[in-house]
């Protein structure tokens, strides 16, 4: 926890003199601690500021900001119409059901953290599904269950982008 | 001399494993002892080609697609021959000149003209492809003489709204302020669209030089392009070629040595369709909730940090580069009626051969999804097509004759919007679509308003007791009367246009909801 106070602290002094530096700063520390943390809210207010419930409002407005620790990979599966249009509705459905988990949950060992996203710019050869910063194209089901296979094999620093 | 390769790195490309396929070629090529240099490319637009290969020969560039790992040996073995000409053509694979596939080769490309030619990184490919020669054109001009320009070209924004981009730029021009901003909407969040990560991922050298001269034009000396955070591939190139324009002398302090300083920066959403809308936008890059604001004041006037400020789609900033440099009366050539210059469709879902289309306005959607799209992916019938986003209108067959053109699509009551087509076949259940098109408000809704914000969540409600045949008529009126508030209640077109597709489906495709004789028992 200290940690994560002292990581939050030092991206305040980072960001607090750059105009409407709220939102880079909230994505930083995403990218540090992993989630936003509650105990980031006062510092972050004081350091801004701002008040309380004016960094909150901000959190809680935006989907990507998770407020609790998430799963070493997140899974986001694409729900816009050009995918429902490629059949991502099935996608969805079997992705919940053999990951066991629903949209905002993460699985039991701490593996995946299933998102919906709304479009992820690949609609050309959809259904899309992004894992962390990778995105990948026409998964179906079985191409799904490939690629949970390989995260389940790969170390946690071995995605980046396309890699 | 190396033989030169081109493999692209952009989204689609890498989704389809492009990455694989280049260190395939390099061990390939290393165990076969040949030569290679291969160039990460951005994408030409066709997806369907995806990864789509490039080899530099005596003839012209020749294209294979779409390849995997799997094919590469059978390339690598091509390209050793004696003659690589004549063997490409025995491949599987083999597609000919890149130039000359029709698909590309029928296109008009102004916009998107350098796309997928060179490394989009390399700021000297982009001045070889005539890059920087509007922004050159553009320094020897008064910002009145550019903004004319633009007037004459008969631009409009291309993110949907259409508003005429001479004229919003005059107005931020003709207001008084010591700081003034241009803004790049890069929240491309309609589903079926991806001409805005294309162009910034093929081609973002043409998009740091547009907000560029639109910084000269009205006199800002800061942009920031807002970029959705969906795009990570878009956002590594933005940032890596704003670091070099600014190292070559064309961003930052003292542009070309002219004395005028243009700043850009990227900032990154996150993950609210909403911040696509303008106002909203400008609320989020200050850093606050992105609540739409009311009109009047308009951002040309009252804009970021309640500067006047030009707020243009990636598109709309993309073409200001290519009118300068080739001259407004160029642009105005193509198009019809009020519609002028190119549109940049982008043809998505369930569709045979999905890409980046570049046209003139006036074609109709019907040449588009059977020329270029030569039907379904399942190679089911179509059934319908959704224009412009998830507040675009659901299109039944009778209907795909129209013009792309503007004011032909609203006659419809339908929208170009920002150039997005979704062709879904006959498996769709448009029931469902029109609870969707409710269900991504109640999601995606700023909250400002009641209509949108408490109207969506009655509309999935509604629409559920109408396909469960619970008091059918009476909840079609409430349907109707809901969809009545929300269009001339809510501030926005989110919650103004939501009804868009719920009544298109309804009107064209009442059998999905159970209404006529056919599933009715």
Known sequence: ?163 | MSLQIFVPQDTTALALGAEKVASALIQGAQKLGLDIEITRNGSRGMFWLEPLMEVETETGRIGFGPVNTANVESILSVLNSDSVETKAMEHPLYLGEVSDIEYLSKQQRLTFKRSGIADPTCIESYQHQEGFSGLAKALTMTGQDIVDELKNSGLRGRGGAAFPAGIKWQTVLDTPGEQKYIVCNADEGDSGTFADRLLMESDPYQLIEGMTIAGLAVGANQGYIYLRSEYPVAHKILNLTIERAIKAGFLGANVCDSGKDFFLEVRLGAGAYICGEETSLLESLEGKRGMVRAKPPLPAIEGLFGKPTVVNNVLTLGAVASILEQGSDTYKNFGMGRSRGTLAVQLAGNVKRGGLIELAFGVTLREVVDNFGQGTFSGRPIRAIQMGGPLGAFLPESQWDTPLDYEAFAAIKAMIGHGGIVVFDDTVDMAAQARFAMEFCVIESCGKCTPCRIGSTRGVEVIDRIVANEDRDNNLILLHDLCDTMELGSLCAMGGMTPFPVRSALTYFEEDFGISSRRDH
């Open chain 1, 1 to 163: 926890m200290l940690d994560i106070n002292s990581n939050v602290d030092q991206l305040i002094e980072q960001y607090k003199t750059l105009p409407g530096g709220l939102l880079p700063l909230l994505h930083a520390v995403k990218e540090a601690v992993g989630y936003v943390p509650e105990s980031a809210v006062a510092p972050i207010a004081k350091g801004l500021n701002l008040s309380r419930a004016e960094v909150h409002g901000v959190i809680s407005f935006y989907h990507d900001f998770n407020t609790h620790p998430v799963g070493r990979h997140t899974v986001q599966i694409c729900r816009a119409e050009a995918c429902q249009s490629m059949g991502s509705r099935d996608i969805e459905a079997h992705a919940k059901q053999s990951l066991g988990i629903d949209y905002g949950e993460t699985t039991t060992d701490g593996l995946v953290t299933l998102e919906p996203v709304y479009c992820l710019g690949n609609c050309a050869c959809s259904p899309s599904v992004r894992i962390n910063d990778d995105i990948h194209a026409r998964v179906d089901r079985s191409r799904f269950d490939e690629l949970m296979e390989e995260l389940s094999h790969a170390s946690p620093d071995a995605f980046g982008v396309n890699s």
